[in-house]
């Protein structure tokens, strides 16, 4: 198999899904194959009802008739109510019975001597179930650094994360309905040196920003030989 790292990751719509990620919430365009959410008019009227943008075009969660809202809340077992924010990806799984949502922003939380709380402080991937009327979160997996790039193998058994500043791909494999974190592939890029990004900046690392999957199948056996991977954008973050 052949994972590459994209700037950018595409994403294939579904007929029957629209991700609307907002604030930490994100949306569901409903079909007749979705129930409207009991608490939707009260998760609705919690957001803005429309936000112009330059172009002149209105973006309002109001434009899906009957969506389902749901904050991401990935179950921190010291912080219950804490709900994370910046969501940034949606991949559907090969089969369409499964999404993944992916944060990647300032989901930090502090202790009382106001010291970053390790353990509290990581992005997620929520994991939902969304092969019968109303979606349901069956797992979230805490990841330390990402940026913008999921992807799900075509086999629809494993899906990637790029590592953003940790310069890796991260592996989760699925099994029994669960999902597991294999080894991450380490992709090594030397830092720039001074003047090495054409004047811009210097000094900065580069990141792993995207990715995508080329083949259905990993040859676990030497995933070194058969798979390769490189990042694609520069951040400023020394």
């Not at 029957?16 to 990620?21: K, M, Q």
């Not at 919690?46 to 991401?72: D, Q, W």
């Not at 921190?76 to 799984?93: E, K, Y």
């Amino acid at each position: 198999m052949q994972v590459e790292s994209i700037s950018q990751f595409t994403k294939r719509s579904k007929p029957r899904l629209a991700g609307l990620l907002l604030a930490g919430i994100f949306c569901i365009s409903a079909t007749p194959a979705f129930a409207e959410d009991s608490n939707f008019g009260q998760h609705q009227s919690a957001l803005a009802a429309g936000e112009s943008i330059p172009t002149g075009v209105e973006i309002t969660p109001k434009a899906a008739a009957g969506a389902i809202f749901e904050a991401l809340n990935p179950d921190l077992p010291t912080r219950p109510d804490f709900l994370a924010g910046q969501a940034v990806t949606t991949a559907a799984s090969p089969d369409g019975k499964t999404l993944l949502i992916l944060t990647s922003g300032y989901n930090r939380n502090n202790g009382p001597d106001g010291k970053r709380v390790s353990g509290e402080s990581n992005e997620y991937v929520f994991i939902y179930d969304i092969s019968g009327k109303t979606p349901v979160k069956r797992q979230v997996l805490q990841v330390p650094n990402t940026f913008s790039g999921m992807a799900w193998n075509p086999s629809g058994k494993e899906f990637y994360v790029s590592g953003g500043p940790d310069d890796n791909l991260r592996i989760y494999l699925g099994q029994g309905g669960a999902w597991t974190e294999a080894a991450a592939i380490a992709l090594g890029h030397a830092k720039p040196g001074p003047g090495d990004l054409g004047g811009l900046s210097d000094n900065n690392k580069p990141i792993a920003a995207g990715v995508r999957s080329t083949q259905p199948e990993r040859a676990w056996s030497s995933p070194i030989t058969r798979t390769t991977a490189s990042a694609s954008s520069i951040s400023s973050s020394a």
